[in-house]
């Protein structure tokens, strides 16, 4: 690859077109520089390719060699697939274990013929630019490593908080309530003694997608430890819309079937209880103590049975708390 661009280079010197591939090449990586994360430098190499070389039909993806997955960043245009006879297809190395691969199709013939005269400029402009794609990937590692759950890829507890703390210091507390929900599985530890820890990830990964599917885009969810998640719901103006996302949360989760056994197709049901409190920024509680309160909810409601929702200000003053 050094090579094509190393002749490119020499080629420029007597020609004027070599010259223009060139700079349209740096121009690209003077632009990724400024791209704040990898869905960015997507963005911009799709711009580039659609202004440079009429390309209207574009996949940039990232594929794990380790896991054998691929995770889809950017997709425009049409569908295609990779061995249509008008597609092309490029894999970037960023010497880790995500490769950015780049695939993308010409709209005719005529056009494909057209791309495969350019395809070394092509080719020696994904070389140039593989280091930012690099940082561009490292960068998003390091981000979901400090923020995420390995497991079921929502916020962990610290970066929820820290969020919400921001978000209300820059509204100026014009977001009054956020209403906490604490969820947990019932008996959760019997899916791991009964079967083993593969099958109570699936279980915290299908709870994961009930939740999400239940809130809005606002809305964060966080994983604390084991199978409690905590979820912030700051699109609801009155308690009752909170407690009927809770309810239909612990209804659809209830439904979910989780296969344990591929060749048996042994199912899996469970069922989460939920604790309720809301948070009032005009109160004098902070965040941290509603996430107390919550905590306190939740204990309640498993001590009541399953697939309970118990508010923390029912709380009673003869209820036992015994969290140690």
């Not at 711009?47 to 950017?74: G, M, Q, S």
């Not at 610290?158 to 969020?163: R, V």
């Not at 820890?197 to 430890?225: C, P, Q, T, W």
């Not at 204990?299 to 009673?316: I, M």
């Amino acid at each position: 690859m050094k090579s094509k661009l190393i002749d490119l280079i020499l080629s420029s010197a007597n020609n004027e077109n070599d010259v223009k591939t060139l700079e349209n090449i740096f121009t690209l990586y003077e632009q990724l520089q400024f791209a704040s994360n990898i869905k960015q430098i997507a963005e911009d190499l799709y711009t580039w390719l659609n202004e440079t070389y009429n390309i209207d039909n574009v996949n940039f993806a990232l594929f794990d060699i380790n896991k054998n997955t691929r995770e889809e960043i950017l997709v425009r245009g049409e569908e295609f697939l990779l061995d249509d006879d008008l597609s092309c297809f490029f894999i970037i190395n960023t010497h880790t274990n995500l490769n950015a691969t780049v695939s993308f199709s010409a709209t005719s013939k005529v056009h494909y013929h057209i791309l495969q005269e350019k395809y070394d400029n092509i080719e020696t402009a994904f070389f140039i630019i593989s280091p930012i794609i690099q940082n561009g990937i490292i960068k998003k590692n390091f981000i979901e490593s400090s923020s995420l759950d390995s497991v079921t890829k929502v916020y962990n507890r610290n970066y929820l908080i820290e969020n919400l703390s921001k978000n209300l210091s820059l509204s100026k507390n014009k977001q009054r309530k956020i209403f906490f929900l604490m969820i947990g599985i019932d008996r959760f530890k019997a899916v791991i003694d009964e079967f083993n820890y593969d099958v109570g990830d699936k279980v915290l990964i299908e709870l994961a997608k009930v939740i999400h599917s239940n809130i809005n885009e606002f809305d964060m969810v966080a994983r604390l430890n084991g199978d409690e998640f905590l979820v912030s719901l700051v699109n609801c103006n009155a308690q009752y819309q909170a407690e009927e996302i809770a309810n239909k949360i612990m209804s659809d989760f209830a439904n979910i079937e989780i296969i344990v056994d591929e060749e048996t197709k042994q199912i899996l049901k469970k069922t989460i209880c939920i604790g309720f409190d809301t948070f009032d920024s005009e109160d004098e509680f902070t965040i941290t103590d509603s996430i107390k309160n919550v905590d306190i909810a939740l204990y309640e409601a498993k001590n009541k049975g399953r697939s309970q929702l118990f508010r923390f200000s029912d709380l009673r003053a003869d209820d036992t708390i015994d969290l140690f």
